[in-house]
């Protein structure tokens, strides 16, 4: 016997959620027509990068949504020592933008040749989509005259 509805609610885990997401997006941008196939090799994707990179989208979303809802995150910061008095903002300085590092300016740099790359990959998509739809049109017109 089936039960139309159920009061259970099941707990998902922390940082599910952000990997279902990113997922998402990617089969939305790229439309594959094999889905599981394509999840199976953006996982392993993710897996390798974040191997790499000692990265975890899935624990830094975790985190965000944690900071976002519950506001744990600022909770995590201990007390500060006794003895050791926090710094006020007067005493705190900050580096110019000028005396960044090379490493900062270099990854800098590599994101904005990234953001222009996926920018004219968007545009190529867009115009060959143009020219298939051009060319149904044409299919159309040449299978009606």
């Not at 885990?13 to 997006?25: C, H, W």
């Amino acid at each position: 016997m089936a039960i139309p509805f159920s009061n259970t609610h099941c707990r998902i885990p922390q940082g599910f959620g952000n990997l279902l997401e990113g997922l998402t997006r990617e089969i939305l941008r790229e439309q594959p027509e094999n889905i599981p196939a394509f999840a199976a090799a953006y996982f392993a994707d993710l897996l390798e990068k974040r191997e790499k990179t000692n990265f975890d989208p899935a624990e830094w979303g975790a985190k965000v949504d944690d900071r976002f809802y519950n506001n744990h995150a600022f909770k995590e910061q201990g007390p500060p020592e006794k003895g050791k008095p926090r710094p006020s903002a007067k005493e705190e300085t900050l580096v110019p933008v000028s005396e960044a590092s090379e490493e900062d300016k270099d990854k800098e740099e590599n994101a904005a040749v990234k953001i222009q790359a996926v920018f004219r990959g968007h545009l190529a998509r867009e115009e060959v989509k143009k020219m298939k739809k051009g060319d149904l049109q044409e299919e159309r017109t040449q299978e009606n005259n």
